[in-house]
């Protein structure tokens, strides 16, 4: 009954990694490319969970949509966003407040880790932000969300939510999302520290490739990213117990179109000292282009500005009527 319809989004909490890149913009694309129906969003509520400098918050806003059209999304073919901008967001996120249950808010992996041991001195909305993430994917009737590994447990909560709404209301009203997590970088790891995914927040700079990162910069990390010493396996299975050569070869793997198993066939028995400025310099093909297009657009604010809210009008078309039926359905 639903129509195939995508969401994803992405939070302006500082720059944009490779991560972001091969997880989720780089595979949006393709999404938009295959004429899938897309809608894409820069998340800044999401992004307030934790204290944003507001005018840093402003220029992140700006420099994730930059990442989205530098990297191919095409403001006429996908709806691109940003979040507030759109007030049914936090509207049915208040009435998923009511439906998802406490009890599973506490399961979430997520803020267990971001929390850390001061679970207590958290934002309210860090805790519930998945029940707003659920309104996000549900106010489009999203029956697919592109994702990197990190993100499923939200997604099924997701489903969760829209399975007790229409059983609650006795309503066929929200489809059951899919998660997609597919690709050889769901799950892109930090260069120093294998046991954490690259992020946006993470610590040191050097743990993580940026979208805007500099040829020598991409080259440097890459050189000093941490490996064991033996050289590439001759099968993917030999990457088993490795958790940082997985991780190149996967970076390596995504940013070619490729798959892990024709890396490890294409390099079976190479060095570090020949696989890392291999990898650097495909990076540096893929990223400096969008790197050089993002600059060129974040020189004119203004531009993107009027894409958004563009781009918020035409969100607003199909969020508004879901709403409205959702407040209809409950009494509201
Ligand atoms: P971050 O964790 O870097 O702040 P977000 O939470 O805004 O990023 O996530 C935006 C998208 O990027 C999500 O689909 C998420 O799964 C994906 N993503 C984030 N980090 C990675 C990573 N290291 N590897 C693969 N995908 C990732
Ligand atoms: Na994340």
Same mark, same amino acid.
């Given at each position: 009954r639903f129509t195939p319809r995508v969401f994803s989004g992405i939070k302006p909490s500082g720059g944009l990694t490779l991560g972001n890149y091969l997880g989720a913009i780089k595979r949006f694309v393709e999404t938009q490319n295959a004429g899938t129906d897309s809608v894409f969003c820069v998340v800044d509520l999401h992004a307030i969970t934790v204290w944003q400098d507001p005018d840093e918050l402003a220029r992140a806003t700006r420099e994730v949509a930059a990442g989205y059209l530098a990297s191919g999304i095409d403001p006429e073919r996908a709806i691109l966003f940003? +979040?507030? +901008?759109?007030?049914e967001h936090a509207e049915l996120g208040w009435i998923f407040n009511c439906v998802a249950r406490v009890g599973w808010m506490n399961r979430m992996t997520q803020f267990k880790e971001k929390a850390g041991k001061n679970a207590e001195k958290q934002s309210l909305g860090l805790y519930a932000y998945p029940s707003l993430m659920a309104a996000d994917i549900l106010l489009y009737l999203a029956t697919h969300v592109p994702v990197g590994e990190d993100q499923k447990q939200h997604v099924e909560l997701t489903r969760d939510i829209a399975a007790k709404f229409n059983h609650d209301y006795g309503v066929d009203h929200f489809p059951l999302t899919e998660p997609v997590i597919e690709g050889p970088a769901t799950r892109v790891m930090n260069l120093r520290d294998g046991s954490r995914k690259m992020s946006k927040s993470g610590e040191s700079d050097m743990e993580r490739i940026n979208m805007t990162d500099d040829a020598d910069t991409i080259s440097k990390k890459f050189r000093k990213a941490r490996t064991d010493p033996a050289p590439l396996p001759e099968t993917l299975e030999g990457l088993a117990e490795r958790p940082e050569a997985r991780n190149l070869v996967g970076i390596y793997a995504a940013l070619s179109d490729s798959t892990a198993e024709q890396v490890i066939a294409d390099h079976a028995g190479a060095g570090w000292g020949a696989f890392k400025p291999a990898l650097a310099d495909l990076a540096v093909e893929k990223l400096a282009p969008i790197a050089a297009e993002m600059r060129r657009m974040m020189d004119d604010p203004a531009e993107i500005d009027r894409i958004l809210a563009r781009g918020a009008d035409r969100a607003r078309e199909i969020a508004a009527p879901v709403l409205t039926r959702t407040y209809e359905i409950v009494g509201l």
């Open positions: 940003n +979040q507030s +901008q759109v007030h």
